[in-house]
């Protein structure tokens, strides 16, 4: 009995120390990923599929929100305080009004992806760099992508509302945007001028970290809503959006023959939104009760046609 119990604890340790092994290779291989940006930013952590048992914003409209979903999170906690980074500059909320099964996978490995990357002093944040390529070896699969004026099945389509998010982010905590383009088309998770969209090797999403300190940004996916925040060490001065449309362009309606619906019946596929050619600025008050405007340029929309399938033509 003795020496069954002598090798059963045997097992035990040699599975312990197996384990341990695993998780110290795992560590240093996201490590050594790391080591390919460009720029020297640190993905310390990769955020967990949980959430703590907390109340946080659940918001039916994109926007800035307080009320973040990883307060109690012992690893965020942790990440904080290595970096000295416990003041929230920005938090967004980024909900997400319909997406396919693909690119509801690729938004939240996007997502998780940028969790935990520590941004150093006076350094430039670039998407692509940092998260890119998206690619089959990474994980992404086909989502639905703006090709050419056309929302067309590309292999990791969606990573833009993660680009999107992060543009939001950025401008609510004052940074210098040094590239961002918007969509060649209006979405539909955000207003006209606040969107930004990628192209691995064309397009990028680059903004500046203007503070003396690092930021930390952190962010979780919960279903159809990116959670997204920046921490530093200083509050940035309150930052409000303005938009003007200067030309609106009517959308229109394409057909397509889906033999498997019901005579007289109809699928909307996309709903179609106007094209636009927006003028966007920011209203910038500082703690000193001066304020500031700064232009941000014009972003110019096609319109997304209403794509709908109907049973035949009539």
Known sequence: MKIKNYILLVIIIIVLVCSTACAFNKTEKKT??????????????????FISNITFDTPKE?????????ENDSDFKKVQEEHGTD?????????????????????HLATNSV???????????????????????????????????????SIGGGVCKIASTLYNVAILSNFEIIERHNHGMPINYLPYGQDATVAYGSKDLKFKNNTDFPILIWAIPIENTIYMAFYGKEKPPKVEWEHNILEKKKTTVQYRINPDLKEGGKKIIIEGMDGARVESSINIEYPDGTSEKKNLGISFYHPMPYIIEVKSKS
């Open 32 to 49: 050594e990923e790391n080591d390919e940006n460009v720029e020297p930013q640190i993905n310390v952590f990769e955020m967990k599929n």
């Open 62 to 70: 994109s926007g800035p929100i307080i009320n973040t979903p990883w």
């Open 87 to 107: 003041v929230l500059l920005a938090a967004f909320a980024t909900v997400l009004k319909s997406t396919l099964p693909g690119e509801q996978h690729n938004v």
């Open 115 to 153: 969790s935990g990357i520590i941004i150093p002093p006076g350094h430039v944040f670039s998407q692509n760099k940092s998260i890119g390529p998206y690619v089959k070896s990474k994980g992404y699969k086909e989502g639905s992508a703006y090709i050419g004026g056309v929302v067309t099945p």
